[in-house]
């Protein structure tokens, strides 16, 4: 079951803004514990996109900015372009569960 | 390149039995951490099963003691074992790496993924 809750969608024009929340818990965010984002496509691998909350992968651009506060944390993405369209899922570790916990999924569209 | 490949997907009937392998390239598996991601049709990622040091191995409830993930460094996989399987096991499932040794960190390569179907 998904412990980390997302907006299930987002949408932008082409060179906006968007932010995407991913609201948790004492046990996971709360508790200390980093989170990742990663973009996914259906049919494709899903690709690291932020981790340790506000780092990037070599490679990624950095329109992409993460940000961690209590018990939430946010992915914006700045200059939105067509290529961003894709599925965006936080993820971090809970202690409560014993085990990894992803966020509810967040469909990005640009208008 | 350093990438992963799942295969071993199919349809099984209910209360049967699938290997999942997961090729890794451009790396060795015996020095990284490695987890079994699930995604059921139309729902989001859930984790099956992780693979710390050595044989230091963890499962969520609902796939314990009828899942086991294993490494083989010969052949430079990671595996799956699934057994038992039931018709909520039904999903794509993606292999992917611990991007450093600290457990809470980020998986930061990724497979395609395989697609498991349990249907009678």
């Known amino acids: 079951q998904s412990v980390l809750t997302q907006p299930p969608s987002v949408s932008g024009a082409p060179g906006q803004r968007v932010t995407i929340s991913c609201t948790g818990s004492?046990?996971?965010?709360?508790?200390?514990?980093?989170i990742h984002w990663y973009r996914h496509l259906p049919g494709t691998a899903p690709k690291l996109l932020i981790y340790g909350n506000t780092n990037r992968p070599s490679g990624v651009p950095d329109r992409f900015t993460g940000s961690k506060s209590d018990t939430s944390a946010s992915l914006a993405i700045t200059g939105l372009q067509a290529e961003d369209e894709a599925d965006y899922y936080c993820q971090s570790y809970d202690n409560g569960l014993s085990g990894y916990v992803f966020g509810t999924g967040t469909r990005v569209t640009v208008l | 390149e350093v990438q992963l490949v799942e295969s071993g997907g199919g349809l099984i009937r209910p209360g049967g039995s699938l290997r999942l392998s997961c090729a890794a390239s451009g790396f060795t598996v015996s020095s990284s951490y490695f987890i079994w991601v699930r995604q059921a049709p139309g729902k989001g990622l859930e984790w099956v099963s992780v693979l710390y040091s050595g044989a230091s191995t963890y499962y969520p409830d609902s796939v314990k003691g009828r899942f086991t993930i294993s490494r083989d460094n010969s052949k430079n996989t990671l595996d799956l074992q699934m057994n038992s399987l039931r018709a909520d096991d039904t999903a794509l499932y993606y292999c992917?790496?611990?991007?450093?040794?600290?457990?809470?960190?980020?998986?930061?390569?990724w497979g395609r993924g395989t697609m498991v179907t349990v249907s009678s």
């Open positions: 992917a790496r611990l991007r450093s040794g600290w457990y809470s960190d980020a998986f930061d390569i």
């Open positions: 004492s046990s996971n965010i709360g508790a200390g514990y980093d």
